[in-house]
């Protein structure tokens, strides 16, 4: 009987899955309500995390809950640390879950909202989720290693080598990147400031109380946690309402830099529990609860995505950014689909918290299903906002125009009608001075959430309050990867360095440790340096990479995956991970060859300096910088091509070597250890 109800429930959620998926997808003529989003999206994730990851658990990776874990079997209470397994799922969210599934889906909501949602939902279940859960769980069979460790033991040398040079290029421009955006993000907003910088003693206290005062007590902390947050929350909001308080709390953007890489070395430096992780699980509290509550509103209002499915812009036309749905559309959306990002997190701090390796399908396959669901919202907290707002907000001076009856008219005559006086209304109501051309996604997201949250909780006279929530929610998300990203870059380097001096690659050696964080925070914090003084300088002129370079990421992570399973006698399975990497590969050099050699100036580099340097008049000094800025992002983008293409090329000649038998098949795991744990519950 029970399995009876089993099958029929699992058959109506396929069934409501696929109705809600065909809604989306072929309603066209009238606006559809965003709760088929949300319908479509439960049904997809449930499904998807019952079947194809029990599968790919089962079948592929065989866990195994006898198998001691790297945190059981090394652990030295800095870095290796058996864990809480909620604890590690909120580390893991929270380190995973920055800027991307906030800002990439409300961007590329400029195609209309059905590319994104598709492409959020097919790409977790079949592509982001697979290769977190997998890298972790190799990770995890290899003492903890990261993904340039096991590139260079699974696919060679050479191999292993260039995806080193690769990975640490790709990893020092999406840390700069991110935290360029918490600065621009914090330097005028007294809220957020406060509430982010609570979130670190409240952190340490937690850490403290978890470690040495009751020890095991998961359920206390937390909701000890939960408390002092929401504290910090509303201490921030009386902050930025006094006078006095605010002045405290708001900070320039140089000395907002060097307060962020101050907290990146300690965040890298210090003991996981006692910062790292209590913090990032105190971030899971209000990312996951903030988005639930968003999901709440949606539900109480059942908002209509004002949006059409598809827009005019699917030419490559659009205000937004230029290029067509493909392949830029699915480089703009990357964390909610699959990020690479998040392979170096499964194979830097996470596998050396994991405490039973049956845990690895929750954390690893879990977590990023909770941040596609982050995307989701994303898409309806843009696509519920009037097109012509949308577009308001997110067009560039460029090409709507400075002043609001210029911009106001130019989108207008794109078929999606707004006034002047709309927008300023609008703005009045989220309490700033204008919304236009207020580029980046942040501020339309932001938007968005606040219309939701108003329309549905505490009514129309709090869309201010929501919106400055809204802001210290995204600075909230994107300050979590600059800590964990920072110390799984410290592993990477502590393992290259353990191959010239052995006693830089213990991660338990203090000068090491000391030593590794100072350079990671060193080249990631020059190039935000430079960017905060210059806004030509410094990250801002890698900033157009972020997208190419994230997917680039994945790209190797997912090389580095097909190898291992192929040497695991699992062949057979290896399209699990081979299909996606498949479509990673002619997105990435679709991508790359379009902004480097696109005749378009809105698309190429090399077009768009071009197009400068034979401008009319002469030649300012900011012009020559943005000339040299598009070169830059070419002659980069085009090595890391190069370097990307080779790691392809040595892993092909991996499978093929192995698949005709020329090459030994063995696996490079860490003997089995039996748990301790068994006996323990025993």
């Known amino acids: 009987m029970t399995n009876t109800l089993k099958i029929l429930g699992w058959a109506t959620a396929a069934a409501l899955g696929a109705v809600a998926v065909g809604a989306i997808a072929l309603h066209r003529g009238e606006p559809v309500n965003a709760l088929w ?22 079948k592929i990776l065989a866990l195994d809950g006898l198998r001691a874990t790297p945190a059981e079997r090394l652990e030295n209470g800095r870095d290796f640390l058996v864990t809480n397994k909620w604890v590690v799922f909120g580390h893991h969210f929270a380190a995973i879950a920055g800027p991307g599934p906030l800002v990439g889906p409300v961007l590329a ?15 977790a279940v079949f592509a982001g989720c697979v290769q977190d859960f997998v890298i972790l769980l190799f990770s995890v069979r290899r003492d903890g290693k990261s993904l340039t460790e096991m590139a260079k033991d699974e696919i060679g040398r050479v191999g292993g080598f260039v995806a080193y040079v690769a990975v640490i290029a790709i990893l020092i421009i999406l840390l700069g990147v991110a935290a360029l955006i918490v600065v621009n993000a914090l330097k005028a907003s007294p809220w957020g400031t406060f509430t982010i910088a609570m979130t670190m003693p409240i952190a340490l206290l937690m850490g403290v109380y978890l470690r040495r005062i009751r020890p095991g007590k998961v359920l206390e902390v ?56 209590p913090r990032d699980y105190l971030s899971t509290f209000v990312k996951l609860g903030t988005i639930a509550l968003l999901a709440v509103g949606i539900v109480l209002l059942h908002p209509t995505l004002h949006m059409p499915a598809l827009t005019r812009f699917v030419d490559g036309t659009g205000p937004v950014f230029a290029g067509k749905i493909f392949p830029f559309a699915f480089i703009t ?46 898409i309806i907290a843009a696509c519920v906002l009037q097109p012509g707002v949308y577009f308001a907000i997110n067009s560039p001076a460029g090409i709507v125009g400075t002043a609001p009856a210029t911009a106001a008219a130019s989108i207008s005559s794109w078929g999606f009608p707004v006034t002047a006086a709309d927008m300023q209304a609008l703005a009045h ?32 006279r709090l869309m201010a309050l929501w919106y400055h929530f809204a802001i210290m929610f995204e600075a909230l998300f994107i300050l979590t990867i600059l800590d964990a990203g920072t110390r799984v870059a410290r592993f990477m380097v502590q393992d290259a360095l353990g191959h010239v001096y052995k006693p830089l690659g213990r991660t338990s050696w203090y000068p090491s440790i000391l030593a590794t964080s100072a350079l990671i925070v060193g080249a990631w914090g020059y190039f935000l340096w430079q960017g905060v ?71 190429g580099f090399l077009a768009q300096a071009r197009v400068l340097a034979a401008g009319p008049g002469p030649m300012t000094t900011a012009t020559e910088r ?12 085009g090595v890391l091509i190069v370097m990307v293409t080779l790691v392809l090329v040595e892993s092909l000649r991996q499978w093929i070597g192995i698949l005709s038998g020329a090459k030994e098949t063995r696996v490079k795991e860490s003997p089995f250890v039996r748990t301790r744990f068994v006996e323990e519950q025993g």
């Open 37 to 58: 989003l949300v319908v479509a999206a439960i049904c997809c994730y449930a499904l998807g995390y019952r079947f194809y990851s029990k599968f790919i658990a089962t």
């Open 109 to 123: 909501a400029q195609f209309g909202y059905l590319p994104g949602t598709m492409w959020v939902l097919a790409g």
């Open 222 to 277: 937390s909701a000890l946690g939960f408390v002092l947050v929401l504290a910090a929350i509303w201490g921030g909001q009386y902050v930025s309402q006094n006078e006095a308080m605010a002045k405290l709390f708001t900070f320039s953007a140089p000395t907002l830099a060097i307060l962020i890489m101050v907290y990146g070395f300690a965040a890298s430096a210090l003991p996981v529990w006692l910062l790292l992780a």
């Open 333 to 378: 959306i990357a964390c909610g689909a699959i990020s690479g990002f998040h392979a170096l997190i499964s194979s830097g701090t996470t596998p050396k918290m994991i405490a039973r390796e049956t845990e690895t399908r929750m954390v690893g396959y879990g977590a990023m299903m909770a941040e596609s669901a982050v995307a989701i919202m994303a």
């Open 429 to 460: 109501a989220v309490g700033e001075q204008t919304l236009y051309n207020r580029t980046g996604g942040a501020p339309a997201f932001a938007v968005g959430m606040a219309h939701i949250f108003s329309h549905s909780l505490g009514g129309e």
């Open 533 to 603: 003084k210059d806004p030509l300088g410094g990250i801002n002129s890698l900033w157009p990479l972020f997208g190419i370079s994230n997917q680039l990421l994945a790209t190797v992570a997912l090389c580095v995956a097909t190898t291992i399973i192929i040497k695991m006698h699992r062949a057979k399975y290896a399209a699990v991970t081979l299909l996606p990497l498949a479509w990673l590969v002619a997105v990435t050099f679709t991508a790359s060859w379009h902004k480097m050699f696109d005749a378009n100036p809105r698309v």
């Open 626 to 637: 943005v000339i040299f800025n598009n070169r830059l992002d070419a002659a980069v983008n």
